[in-house]
T-cell receptor
Framework: EAGVAQSPRYKIIEKRQSVAFWCNPISGHATLYWYQQILGQGPKLLIQFQNNGVVDDSQLPKDRFSAERLKGVDSTLKIQPAKLEDSAVYLC???????????FGQGTRLTVV | AQKITQTQPGMFVQEKEAVTLDCTYDTSDPSYGLFWYKQPSSGEMIFLIYQGSYDQQNATEGRYSLNFQKARKSANLVISASQLGDSAMYFCAMREGNTGGFKTIFGAGTRLFVKA
């Protein structure tokens, strides 16, 4: 069974530029999560989808971050404009149900210079 | 207030010995779940073990076991017979909520070093 796929693996951008990350969850997983992991910290939930609806985006900085999961399968996370403090690993995860075990992709390491 | 606390930033263990990684949590929900993940230097979060709040027995998965003490709100991970490949960051996580919505939050992690 294929795992959670994320791309790109690495991205370097200048501040004020925009960037987008892509995630394809495990087939059949209804719940999809985007986490931000700053170096030396645990992952912080940015947004959680149930199928194509947003369940929780309370910690998403909505002035610059946006995410969508239009067809209830793959998802994109966008940052526009990026700030230096957005440098982090962005992890996508999926689970069969909201109470199920979340399986993670390898993450996208973003460096904003 | 911290909901998940991992008080050990780093731990050392000799190869083949057992090690306990501490985790305490705080929730008012009667139904919740506790997870442990391993994050090697490659960056991927690998699921290790799960304990539900109503589970009567401690969860075990191979060399991993979860020492669940509900009254103390602790969910320590025990790794038996440590191997060099166990060197990694370990995160404790808690899922709480209800049918209106569930949220999983992570602790700050413990870095485990296994010595040969």
């Amino acid at each position: 069974e294929a795992g959670v796929a994320q791309s790109p693996r690495y991205k370097i951008i200048e501040k004020r530029q925009s960037v987008a990350f892509w995630c394809n969850p495990i087939s059949g997983h209804a719940t999809l999560y985007w986490y931000q992991q700053i170096l030396g910290q645990g992952p912080k939930l940015l947004i959680q989808f149930q199928n194509n609806g947003v369940v929780d985006d309370s910690q998403l900085p909505k002035d610059r971050f946006s995410a969508e999961r239009l067809k209830g399968v793959d998802s994109t996370l966008k940052i526009q404009p990026a700030k230096l403090e957005d440098s982090a690993v962005y992890l996508c995860a999926s689970s069969l149900t909201p109470t199920g075990v979340a399986f993670f992709g390898q993450g996208t390491r973003l460096t904003v210079v | 207030a911290q909901k998940i606390t991992q008080t050990q930033p780093g731990m050392f263990v000799q190869e083949k010995e057992a090690v306990t990684l501490d985790c305490t949590y705080d929730t008012s929900d009667p139904s919740y779940g506790l997870f442990w993940y391993k994050q090697p230097s490659s960056g991927e979060m690998i699921f290790l073990i799960y304990q539900g709040s109503y589970d009567q027995q401690n969860a075990t998965e191979g060399r991993y076991s979860l020492n669940f003490q509900k009254a103390r709100k602790s969910a320590n991970l025990v790794i038996s017979a440590s191997q060099l490949g166990d060197s990694a960051m370990y995160f404790c996580a808690m899922r709480e909520g209800n049918t209106g919505g569930f949220k999983t939050i992570f602790g700050a992690g413990t870095r485990l070093f296994v010595k040969a």
